[in-house]
C-alpha cells in the first residue's frame, strides 16, 4: 500500500511536468490535462466507500485508462520539455498539485485492504498509464 501511494504522488507531480503531441497539443496543455487526470482518479477512489462502490468503480477506472492511454500517446509524441519550461510548468502547478496530492494520500490511506483488492490492479494500470515515459 505504501509504495502504491508513493508512486501515486510522485506520479502526480511527475506527470504534471511533462505532455504529449498531436491536434495542436503544448507541453502546457497536456501538463494541465495530466493534473486534470489525476484529479478524476482521486474522486474516483475518493468514492468508493463499500464492495458496491468500489465494484462500480472498476468501470470508471476504464474510462479513466482509455483517456489515460491517450495521453500517454500524445504526450510520447511531444516529447520531454527542456528544463526550463518544465520547471516553469511545475511552478505554474504547483496550487494544483498540492492540494490533489494532499486529497489522494487522504483517500487511499483511508481505504480498507478489502476495497483496494477489489480496485488495485485498475489503479495500478492508470497510475502506470500516466507515469512518464523514461522518467
Not at 508512486?7 to 490535462?33: K, N, R, V
Not at 490533489?100 to 490511506?109: E, H, P, V
Amino acid at each position: 500500500m505504501h509504495d502504491r501511494l508513493q508512486f501515486a504522488l510522485t506520479l502526480a507531480i511527475g506527470a504534471s511536468a511533462m505532455t504529449a503531441c498531436g491536434g495542436g497539443d503544448t507541453h502546457q496543455s497536456l501538463a494541465h490535462e495530466s493534473v486534470a487526470l489525476a484529479g478524476q482518479l482521486v474522486e474516483i477512489i475518493e468514492g468508493i466507500t463499500d464492495e458496491e462502490s468500489a465494484n462500480a468503480a472498476k468501470e470508471k477506472f476504464r474510462a479513466l485508462g482509455q483517456q489515460a492511454a491517450s495521453w500517454r500517446n500524445r504526450m510520447q509524441a511531444l516529447g520531454t520539455p527542456d528544463d526550463a519550461l518544465r520547471k516553469k510548468i511545475e511552478q505554474d502547478l504547483e496550487p494544483e498539485l498540492a492540494p490533489l496530492s494532499q486529497r489522494l494520500m487522504k483517500a487511499m490511506t483511508a481505504m480498507p485492504p478489502e476495497l483496494q483488492r477489489i480496485t488495485g490492479d485498475q489503479m495500478s494500470e492508470i497510475m502506470t498509464k500516466l507515469q512518464v515515459p523514461g522518467g
